[in-house]
């Protein structure tokens, strides 16, 4: 199985792509994981936010496959405690999923354009969290995941 998180926009902050770096590092021991960042939008300070989101969502289908398994990664999707979040990329693997997409959207969300090529939404939080905090949660709950999995000793309950 192949993991993707695509994000709109870049990180600038050392210490985020640090520890981002640090999962994606670990992670390449379990899964095929990348994380694909697409450029923010140029002049989007001309734009209303439904401009911006039809934008982005143009951006975001054109790098999704008929066949992607799409969870946006939304405030308001269902809510894993960590061992079930392994249990469902488990049940994912078990299904022969081949590819696995998790988005996170621009600063005011999706378009529903998005919405509706999804196959299902997943919240890390009920708290609001920066766009680019969220890559390095999402990573490091991946990794734990996955640690979950092979039964280490990562994740203590």
Do not use: W
């Not at 590092?25 to 734009?47: E, M, Q």
């Amino acid at each position: 199985m192949k993991i993707t998180l695509l994000c709109i926009g870049k990180t600038d902050d050392t210490y985020l792509i640090e520890g981002i770096d640090k999962y994606v590092k670990r992670l390449k021991y379990y899964v095929n994981f990348n994380i694909l960042v697409i450029p923010d939008i140029k002049n989007s300070k001309n734009l209303s936010e439904e401009q911006q989101k039809d934008k982005e969502a143009g951006l975001i289908l054109k790098q999704l496959q008929p066949q992607d398994m799409v969870i946006l990664l939304d405030e308001f999707g269902k809510e894993f405690r960590s061992l079930e979040f392994s249990a469902y990329l488990e049940k994912m693997m078990i299904n022969s999923v081949q590819h696995m997409v998790f988005i996170i959207g621009g600063p005011y969300g999706f378009d529903q354009k998005v919405y509706d090529r999804a196959n299902s939404k997943m919240s890390l939080s009920k708290m609001t969290f920066s766009h680019q905090m969220i890559r390095l949660f999402f990573t490091e709950q991946l990794y734990r995941a996955f640690s979950i999995m092979k039964g280490e000793p990562y994740h203590h309950e």
